[in-house]
């Protein structure tokens, strides 16, 4: 079946240094969304991309969905304390849910 | 403001107890899951409900989980017989995009 492998599984980075997470599937994906969670927090919904070669931005994130729809990739320009979590990819399942990556877990170092 | 609220927020059981979570939507939304996470894991499907059916179960939702969701709003999910397997967060979903806050369980 369809499944989402994300890398890296941990990133460490000096504050301010950019950072990309990206989230690659052997199938066709018919959309894909990205989530944000804190420590101790729940997961929270960032975007959804449904185009082949999106690209959309949110302040310093940057979203893109691949042209094959096969792969997406969340970058953050100049890092904060404040981008802290855990970042997770999902798409649509066949049993009408949405199946999530394992996450990328980001650290920032002030 | 996820539009999600869960209850209770923490539980802590023994192995062996049954357990209820509850999650309330703020207004009724057709499209409600249950997921759990697991520690350094992403959210993992277990059920969800079109208004008051049942649609899909995920093979993780062994016998002894049950969910309702009588007329189509609010939801439960029964856990019997717990086993220290069973310690995560739950989390209620509406509308393939918000997550409640959770509740996380620990069995002892």
């Known amino acids: 079946g369809q499944q989402v492998m994300q890398i890296p599984q941990y990133q460490h980075v000096q504050e301010g240094e950019d950072f990309t997470t990206y989230c690659n599937s052997s199938t066709t994906l018919s959309n894909i969304q990205w989530y944000k969670q804190r420590p101790g927090g729940h997961p929270v919904f960032l975007i959804q991309?449904?185009?082949?070669?999106e690209v959309k931005k949110q302040k310093r994130l940057t979203f893109q969905f691949g042209e094959a729809k096969k792969n997406s990739s969340l970058h953050i320009t100049a890092t904060q304390t404040t981008d802290v979590g855990t970042y997770f990819c999902g798409y649509g399942g066949s049993q009408g849910n949405l199946i999530f990556g394992k996450g990328t877990k980001l650290s920032v170092k002030p | 403001d996820t539009g999600v609220s869960q209850d209770p927020r923490h539980k802590i059981t023994k192995r062996g107890q049954n357990v209820t979570f509850r999650c309330d939507p703020i207004s009724e939304h057709n499209r409600l899951y249950w997921y759990r996470q697991t520690l350094g894991q992403g959210p993992e499907f277990l059920t969800y409900f079109q208004n008051e059916a049942q649609l899909e179960k995920s093979r993780l939702l062994s016998d002894r989980f049950s969910a309702e969701r009588p007329k189509g709003s609010f939801s439960t999910l029964e856990i019997q017989r717990t086993e220290q397997g069973d310690s995560a967060m739950y989390l209620c979903?509406?509308?393939?995009?918000?997550f409640g806050p959770g509740t996380r369980l620990t069995v002892l």
């Open positions: 991309l449904v185009k082949s070669g």
């Open positions: 979903f509406r509308d393939e995009q918000f």
